[in-house]
């Protein structure tokens, strides 16, 4: 199958095996160049090994239902964007090839999109994707990003995040990873920029809301 997705100017059709490597980051990337994160992050000055203090604990979502909020899901449907793969997605899994570095470490993607009555036109807006980490795999995720050269910062909570606007050559989608003391949130674009880049890091706070107590 085939998912149409909205990339820098031009609409282009690509296969979701593709898509998933433009979006979930499966190869390496340059050191992004287009300007500076959001104020809201700051540089981070923990240790890559360090952990925050933990106030509140990750609670897994069972599907791609659960993984924002119900408000958030509303305001993509307004919008006529809906689950369209993932666990408890239109389609599940049926449309997605390849698995994500999320879902191969023991989490769920999730892809909001437009739908179409031709499959080959599904054109996905965002990825999100949640991930329960622990001691033996948080670092190795952090050493993964810092490996593909995503700007590492810290956001409010003390967590370190991962992002690139995606304006560069070579990578056109917004992506932003926020790594917890016992999860890896991540949040990717179909479209680059800092608009795009701002709207998936209050999605990944809304991932955070909708699975954290």
Known sequence: MEL???IGRGRVIVPIAIFMLMLAGC???STPTAG????ETTQPTIGPTEIPVQTEFFSMPADCTGILP???VDTFA???VVLLAGPGGKYGNELITDPTPEMIAGGISCYFGIDNEDLTLLRVKVLVSAVPLDATNRQSVIDDLSA???ARAMNERGEV???ILGVSEGQTTANYNVIASDSWISVLSSDGG???FLAIVSLANDVHAANYN
């Open 161 to 163: 995040t991962f992002g």
């Open 70 to 72: 119900a408000a958030q």
């Open 148 to 150: 593909q050269g995503l």
């Open 194 to 196: 800092e608009a795009a």
């Open 4 to 6: 149409t997705s909205k």
């Open 27 to 29: 190869a390496p990337m």
């Open 36 to 39: 500076p994160n959001p104020t």
């Open 78 to 80: 307004a919008d006529g």
